[in-house]
């Protein structure tokens, strides 16, 4: 069996495994049909619904079940996420795996569709360390919201964000991981495993 | 011994909404053919080498201290592990992933079971030992002895998922 407690790691595996066999749109695929559509379905569900209400909901449950170190903020025109503890990117880098170039894609590669659906864009960051940002608006709101993580602390202004700023993938109103501005691979160790 | 640790004792049961999804993306997009060399491509795979490597070095002791500690670290899991020189037998009273995906009403890959069986078995092969599933569908024995001790897997054997 494959269970759950690992899962981050043969998730990753996954990615390798379908891009080396069908190729990277099949990934992009896998991250929408896969994740965005059936795994997460609820997700979508909330957030079409209830909007920025329920991305508060959706991730205040599962970053909590899945032991993240983040703060959020809903504003009024958006929402916003500031993790400095990806428990996902964390399992990676503690264990030694790295078997697909950018993980980190992944999170954009399913959120941005589901976002696309539910009639919102995402303006986000992440360094390949654990770390990153997002910001979930209207497509017609302003990049950065004024209302959203105006007090909490950014995650940019923390230790560990500026050390890999030549390494860290920006999206701007995107839908897709296809709509990388910048970047590059995961700088994590290589795995010998 | 689990050859990856995180800091939780226990995973995330919604995992088991993507392991599920997965299989139901490559069997919907490139065939049962296709799924099952994901499955068995895992199985032989750099990620699960540490396991047939100890496998291999400490034989079936070392193959129940892992199913012991997997299923441990597994939300809702109720597994009975009995070995003996011959084998290793690992009675599934209440699968993890079947409960948790029934439990939220999700759809489940009617083949899904049939991944503990090409999974394990293929982990098993780099240490000379081979998997057989009977059941499946909530609840199953594996059992885990030497490749030529065992007849081939009957797949008729393991359950259609629901």
Redesign the interface.
Known sequence: ???????C???E??FA??EK??GHE?LL??WK???AD???L?AARLIKAKGFAGMEEYWGH?LA???AGYSSIRGETSFRIDMHEC?SK??LI??G?A?HPDYCDHCIGWIGPMMKDAGFVVDHEHNHLGKCWWVFRRPDAPRPSSDAGSTAPRVENMPGWADHSTNIDRFDGATGADQKQTGGEDSSPS?S? | M???????P?????????????F???QR??GMD?LV??WT??GE???F??VADDWRTRGLPAVAEYWRD?FQ???NALVEVMCDEKQVRVDVKQ???IFHLRK?GRSIVPEFCQ??YF??DAMGARAGLGARIEGGNGTCRQTFAARNSQAPQNLAAIRRAS
């Open positions: 069996m494959i269970g759950c407690y690992d899962f790691g043969h998730y595996w996954t495994w379908v066999n069908f099949a695929s896998y049909e896969a994740i059936d795994s997460q609820h599962t079940e899945e032991g428990p964390g399992f503690a264990n795996l078997q795995s495993k | 689990l050859p990856y640790s995180d800091n939780k226990k995973g995330a049961g919604d995992f088991y909404f993507a392991i599920n999804a997965t139901r993306f490559l997009n490139f296709n060399r994901y491509g895992l795979s750099i990620y080498q540490p997997f670290a597994e939300p699968c993890p992933a939220n991944h503990c999974v394990s």
